[in-house]
Nanobody, 127 residues
Framework: VQLQASGGGSVQPGGSLRLSCAAS????????VGWFRQAPGKEREGILC????????YYENSVKGRFAVSRDASRSTVYLQMNDLKAEDTAVYYC?????????????????????WGKGTLVTVSS
């Protein structure tokens, strides 16, 4: 299994970015993708998840209303649309996936402990 995150970059406060996470190697289209981030000097935190099979989602309060996750099943790709970015959103963003995490787990916010991780992509929000 491989996960490839892309789309990071620099943006001014209030701006937008879209990250992508391409997944490959899963035998079935039934897994949960989680997005996590790690800011400088801080621990990694989860921000949201989406089920590849039915699209159920969960958002942490820190990004609810500003970030939106979607999936393109045909391309095995998950997109993270980030709007109204703030300086505190600056972090390395990672996508992770796990076929043992169910859509119900995701919807209830229980998406930590993912098995497969991609390399991160840096998002910098600065004026």
């Amino acid at each position: 299994v491989q996960l490839q995150a892309s789309g990071g970059g620099s943006v001014q406060p209030g701006g937008s970015l879209r990250l992508s996470c391409a997944a490959s190697g899963f035998t079935k289209d039934d897994y949960v993708v989680g997005w996590f981030r790690q800011a400088p000097g801080k621990e990694r935190e989860g921000i949201l998840c989406i089920s590849s099979s039915d699209g159920r989602t969960y958002y942490e309060n820190s990004v609810k209303g500003r970030f939106a996750v979607s999936r393109d099943a045909s391309r095995s790709t998950v997109y993270l649309q980030m709007n109204d970015l703030k300086a505190e959103d600056t972090a390395v963003y990672y996508c992770a996936a796990d076929p043992l995490v169910t859509s119900w787990d995701c919807q209830s916010g229980d998406y930590y402990g993912m098995e497969y991780w991609g390399k991160g992509t840096l998002v910098t929000v600065s004026s």
